[in-house]
Structure formats: C-alpha cells, structure tokens
C-alpha cells in the first residue's frame, strides 16, 4: 500500500511538471513575411529550447498585429512599420521596444518586364510609370507593413492610385505577401513585396517573376519586436515576453538571425539590435 501511494505521489508530480512546462507559452503576433520566410521555424525552436517558453505566432499582417496587441490579445509583436510602432508605444499600448533586423522591399514583375522598369532606380519613378501606363499593379491592401511602404510610395508620387481614373488597373487584395505575389504573377502585374518573402516562395510558388528594381534606400525594411505593456493589460505574460525581447536582441539571438539563409544561401535578414 505504502510503496502505490509513494508510486501515485510520483506520478502526480511528473504529470503536474510536465503540464507546468507545457503551459510555459506565449503569444506573439506577427508579420507574414517572418512566417513565410522560415525565420520562425528557424529561431523559434533555439528559443524554446534555451527557456522552455513556447511562441505561438499569429501570422498577419503589421497593422493587424498591432491591433492584436493593443487589445491584449497577445504578449509579444514583431512587426515591420517602426512609425506605427513607435506611436503605438507613445500611446502606451507597448514598452520595451528594440530594432532587431532588416532587409528590404524590391519591386517584382513579369520577367519580360512589359513596360520596362529595370534600368529605373527610384521606386517613386517606377511606381509613376506603372500608373502613367495603365499597368496592372496588386497590392497587399491590408495595412501591412509591405501596405504601408507602397502607400508612402505613392504618396510622393502625387497619384492616388484608388482615384477614378487609375483604378482600373490598380487590384487590392487583402492578403498575405506570398498569396499577393502569386495573383500578381497569374495576372501578369507588377507589386511591392519584402525580400525575404521573395527569396524563400519564388522557386517554390513557380513564380514567372524577376526583380525589376531594388537597392533604392526608400525601400529600407526595418523589424521591431515589442512587448504589451503589462500596465494596461494585467493578464499578459510580461516576464516571458521580456525573455523574448532579451534574447532575439541578444548576441545569440543576433547570431541565430544572421545564420538563417535560404537553399541558395542568401541571408534574408541582417541583424541590427543595439
């Protein structure tokens, strides 16, 4: 009798450790590109490893993952719009925010590019020459980052590409990266998509696809990662999401960033916390 009830004690408190650890988990909503381009699946597992702290990522897009988080419905964000972050931390939605990457935005089209803006390079003269010539452009339309850096493009061309008498060939989709590049390459059209995206999906996606113009500065893409403040929102796990930001911003975490590449061995993204 003694020697089941020392057995059951046992059992008891190996399934009780087991169902602590497992519940060790945060939240963290996210940019699809950072989902699509493996990124995740790479650097999420040394993490986990290191602290036993299990990332669940919402995949969306940046203005939506900000949403997310400014509800409380998440611990972490990692995104790609540094001015919406930012004011979203001023509001006090967020603390502890830290730049941890880059790469950056290249406008993609048909490989015979049918108007010709290879040799163009400023994204600005590329954007006003797709509308000056009626060409079909598709945008992400989701408030993404991506969303956001092609609007602020058009912006300083002074074309409201929306308006009446260009919206013909102008397609707003309301998808993800990967799922916006695949309707451009099936309608033959031109779009604004991240490098890392771009790497990690074009072979596999079968895209009839070439980069007509990168290397502009304006198409500079910065990551952030953010933790939800604590203050606003009592019930989110606040000391593991800091266990996050601490390590992605970490040398390892740095070192694990810089060493994710895609089968060519292109580096999708650099490194740059401070």
């Given amino acids: 009798m003694k020697r089941y ?5 046992l059992c008891t408190l190996v399934f009780t450790s087991v169902s602590a650890f497992a519940e060790t988990r945060i939240r963290c909503a996210s ?6 381009s493996g990124l995740f699946d790479y650097i ?10 299990k990332v669940d990522v919402v995949a969306v897009g940046t203005g939506a993952a900000i949403e997310i988080g400014k509800r409380g419905d998440a611990d972490v964000v990692f995104v790609h ?25 290249v406008i993609v089209g048909p490989t015979d590019d049918p108007i010709k803006i ?9 954007f006003k020459k797709i509308a000056v010539s009626a060409y079909p452009f598709v945008s992400r339309g989701d408030k993404s980052g991506t969303h956001t850096k092609e609007l602020s493009i058009w912006a300083k061309t002074g074309i409201n590409p929306k308006a009446s008498e260009w919206f013909l060939w102008y397609l707003e989709v309301g998808q993800g990266m990967e799922k916006t590049q695949r309707i451009a ?34 198409l500079f893409n910065q990551y952030g990662v953010m933790a939800v403040n604590p203050e606003k929102y009592k019930h989110v796990k606040y000391k ?13 975490g740095q070192q694990a960033i810089a060493s994710f590449k895609d089968k060519n061995d292109n580096q999708l993204f650099i490194p740059n916390a401070k």
């Fill in 5 to 9: 009830f020392l057995l059951l004690v």
């Fill in 31 to 36: 940019t699809t590109s950072t989902q699509n």
């Fill in 44 to 53: 999420l597992p040394i993490f986990e490893k290191k602290t036993g702290i």
């Fill in 81 to 105: 719009a540094k001015e919406q972050e930012l004011r979203a931390v001023e509001e006090g939605y967020f603390v502890n925010r830290h730049d941890v990457m880059y790469n950056d935005f």
């Fill in 118 to 126: 290879k040799g163009i390079k400023d994204a600005t003269d590329a």
């Fill in 185 to 218: 390459n099936e309608k033959r059209a031109y779009t604004l998509t991240d490098r890392g995206t771009w790497l990690a999906t074009k072979d596999k996606d079968k895209l009839d696809m070439i980069i007509v113009l990168e290397g502009n500065p304006a």
């Fill in 240 to 252: 593991e999401a800091i266990e996050f930001v601490n390590w992605i911003t970490s040398k390892e």
